[in-house]
């Protein structure tokens, strides 16, 4: 960054990377470790509470003592931001892996002064630039802070400079909490906007209303019988018995069932298609990944499927001629996908424009009958319904990585409304879910304006402004 205040070399105001003579102590001297995960990024804390005996310290660990500066190399450590101070230590000697440069300030140079410059913003940019190393694996390497330029005024300047950006700092975090409060409670708000939903306590219920303008209407349990449902022909599927037979669904609790609003009634995903052997499919297990092209048929897998939405910049894409091979498993709208692998119940509806796609074999999908089940109804119970993350986590198959298939889906329990009911449920959810997505990006857009801001800080001070 550009500055009118005197100019060094980095390495003349600090010592990089000193070392230790470790014969100098006594090999049952109890000392500081702190690993990577102590270091707090954005506060430039560290959480010293692990202490070793020096025998027990590896070769090749760095050392360290009070006032050093920590200054993470690697990625992405060093791109969140990862450095901090060193505070007090059990006998004034620390060690941490060697993912830390460590700056240790001459006499004159104040250590926060030091900290503060290596947080810019400009100077971590740069360090970016110049890191080495194999992609997931770069580093930034000592010649680069051995040849980098730090302003350097005397040291009462220093420590005006320094008092000046913890008080501007000050006020920021302040307001940053207060976002953050924001955000956290806004997370709580959707929760259980969509908990009332599924349980009938968000809008009036149709019996209720019924009851009131002396009408009838027609249940949940009556919907689940309808003719035009179970006259469709059903179709002659070769199941894989090992996706349809492993796990099971938990029952529900005597507690949950008694929680199910007047007309309301409990049925399982597989009721709600058209045809109970094609409610809930899987992605195909012959696609391969190494068909993917750059374009052709999009393919949603399991990172696309996020809460409520798709993320598309995740696409994989198929040829035309090797998507062919796969028509039994086009997505058309209104289906629901559900991701069976890593995170298990991410789910969303889809849309008009995704007509036609596929989807690979980590993801689930269910599809209700429109004259039934809502889809984004459906949606909603799995993301807003207690017992569904209930069933859901106990169903999970594998130990090491959590697994779902079509028959756990299928027995998924659903509190089902009455049509009406669920046109005016899904309404009111999106009335309010839109006014708390307005709320969301306006706190986010501040909380980057905070981050602008911090980094203005820094740059005026170091430029002597």
């Known amino acids: 960054m550009a500055s009118n205040l005197p100019q060094k070399q980095l390495s003349e105001v600090v010592d990089l990377n000193p070392r230790l003579d470790k014969s100098t102590y006594r090999d049952d001297l109890e000392v500081s470790f702190v690993p990577m995960a102590a270091v707090e990024a954005e506060s430039g804390r560290i959480e010293v509470s692990q202490v070793r005996r020096l025998a027990a310290v590896k070769k090749g660990y760095t050392p360290f003592r009070e006032g050093d500066v920590l200054f993470a190399k690697i990625t992405p450590c060093m791109e969140n931001g990862k450095m901090a101070v060193v505070p007090k230590l059990t006998n004034d000697l620390g060690f941490g892996s060697t993912e830390f440069h460590v700056l240790r300030p001459r006499e004159g140079v104040s250590p926060r002064y030091v900290y503060y410059f290596v947080s810019s913003q400009s100077f971590r940019r740069e360090a970016a630039h110049r890191m080495t190393g194999a992609v997931g694996q770069k580093r930034v390497p000592q010649s680069f802070l051995e040849e980098a330029s730090i302003p350097v005024p005397f040291f009462e300047d220093q420590q005006r400079i320094v008092s000046e950006i913890e008080k501007q700092f000050s006020r920021l975090n302040k307001a940053v909490a207060s976002l953050r409060r924001v955000k956290a409670n806004l997370k709580r708000y959707k929760a259980a906007v969509l908990k009332a939903a599924v ?260 740059m005026k001070c170091f430029s002597g402004r």
């Open 199 to 458: 349980e009938g306590s968000l809008v009036t219920t149709e019996a209720k209303l019924s009851r009131q303008a002396g009408r009838f209407y027609e249940t949940a349990a009556q919907l689940l019988k309808t003719d035009e449902r179970v006259t469709v022909p059903k179709l002659q599927k070769k199941r894989a018995g090992r996706l349809w037979g492993a796990g099971h669904v938990p029952q529900l609790t005597p507690d949950e069932l008694s929680k199910l609003p007047e007309g309301w009634a409990w049925a399982k995903v597989r009721q709600l298609g058209l045809d109970p052997e094609d409610a809930v499919q899987v992605g195909p297990m012959s696609m391969r990944s190494e068909d993917f092209q750059e374009a052709g048929v999009p393919v949603l897998n399991v990172g696309c499927v996020q809460w409520g939405r798709f993320d598309e910049t995740k696409l994989n894409f198929l040829p035309e001629k090797v998507a062919a091979g796969f028509s039994r498993y086009r997505i058309q709208p209104g289906d629901v996908l559900f991701t069976r692998s890593g995170t298990v119940g991410r789910c969303a509806v889809a849309k008009p424009h995704q007509k036609n796609w596929l989807m690979t074999f980590h993801l689930l999908r269910a599809r209700p009958s429109p004259n039934c089940c809502l889809p984004e109804y459906l949606r909603t119970v799995f993301e807003g319904a207690a017992h569904i993350r209930r069933q859901t986590r106990e169903a999970s198959i594998g130990t090491t990585r959590s697994g779902f298939n079509t028959n756990l889906l299928a027995n998924l329990d659903i509190p089902l409304p009455p049509m009406v009911e669920q046109q005016r449920i899904l309404a009111e959810v999106e009335r309010r879910l839109s006014v708390i997505e307005e709320l969301e990006a306006s706190v986010e857009a501040n909380l980057a304006r905070a981050e602008r801001l911090r980094q203005s800080i820094l």
